[in-house]
Nanobody, 122 residues
């Protein structure tokens, strides 16, 4: 599967963005899809995940602000980000895995899209 992330940009604190992760080559519902992010000088960290069965899981710092969803018709996974904070500034990556169980570390994902930059100004 090939993944293409898009939708990043510059937004003021409190604003919203919607990221898209478009899949090609395979059906996105075949995989567990996650969003990770990597801020300046930081390690890549888990943000959210949607499983093949459409169950969702979020890291604590984004819970209640971000929503991950999937469109089978468009073969795309979305990350709706509301109430953005400067600390959300990072390059955001989508990734796919077929591993059973909750996977929150980058090494558990075999397929990656290119990153999309999200910058939140204060």
């Amino acid at each position: 599967v090939q993944l293409q992330a898009s939708g990043g940009g510059l937004v003021q604190a409190g604003g919203s963005l919607r990221l898209s992760c478009a899949a090609s080559g395979r059906t996105v519902s075949t995989y567990h899809i996650a969003w990770f992010r990597q801020g300046p000088g930081k390690e890549r960290e888990f943000v959210a995940r949607i499983s093949r069965s459409v169950s969702t899981y979020y890291t604590g710092s984004v819970k209640g602000r971000f929503t991950i969803s999937r469109s089978n018709a468009k073969n795309t996974v979305y990350l709706q980000m509301n109430s953005l904070k400067p600390e959300d500034t990072a390059v955001y990556y989508c990734a796919a895995s077929t591993l059973v169980g909750l996977a929150t570390t980058p090494g558990m994902y075999s397929y990656w899209g290119q990153g999309t930059q999200v910058t939140v100004s204060s």
